[in-house]
């Protein structure tokens, strides 16, 4: 089997720097495309995987073909950045907005219930398709809803309304979709 200095070696005497750093360019696109459609729920994360490994592998040939000290030069930077925002966020958290997060969190909720309204009117309409895709915004606004009630509880502000209305919401849904399947 070749080495990874050979074929790295090889595809620079093939193709040159520039296309290698138009390569690059593409694969880093197909990632974000990759990491989108998994969010959206219309990819996989083997995708994502396969496009993590192939961008990984032009950074590779770039380390390979001279840019190595400058990528450790500023990956070094970024994590100082890095660990400087998250000393901030430190701070920031000791003093927490609750009015403001808990006003957030009654918009989220209140874009949950028009999103699972919906998704209960496509289901009655056998419209499957629509339902789906409220379905996903519903289960995407819940997931928000529940990281907004982490950072409340961390500051134990959580109200327990809150937590009970929302269960009751999951209940709703599971057997909506339990009738639906009955059906």
Not at 103 to 119: R, S, V, W
Not at 132 to 146: D, E, K, T
Not at 156 to 179: C, G, H, M, V
């Amino acid at each position: 089997m070749t080495s990874k200095s050979k074929l790295y070696d090889r595809a620079f005497n093939e193709w040159g720097f520039d296309k290698q750093v138009l390569k690059l360019a593409e694969e880093s696109s197909e990632l974000s495309t990759a990491a989108c459609q998994f969010l959206n729920h219309s990819g996989s994360g083997k995708q994502v995987a396969e496009e993590c490994a192939d961008v990984e592998i032009m950074i590779e040939q770039m380390r390979h073909n001279g840019m190595a000290p400058a990528i450790d030069e500023e990956k070094e930077r970024k994590l100082a950045r890095l660990a400087r925002l998250l000393e901030g966020f430190a701070d920031t958290d000791a003093n927490p907005d609750i009015s403001g997060m808990l006003k957030q969190l009654d918009e989220t909720e209140h874009f949950y219930h028009e999103d699972h309204d919906e998704l209960c009117q496509a289901m009655l309409e056998f419209d499957y398709f629509r339902a789906s895709q409220y379905a996903r915004r519903a289960a995407g606004r819940l997931m928000h809803i529940a990281q907004q009630l982490d950072r409340i509880g961390r500051h134990r502000a959580t109200p327990n309304s809150a937590r009970t209305e929302i269960y009751q919401d999951l209940l709703a849904l599971d057997r909506t979709f339990k009738n639906e399947a009955d059906k």
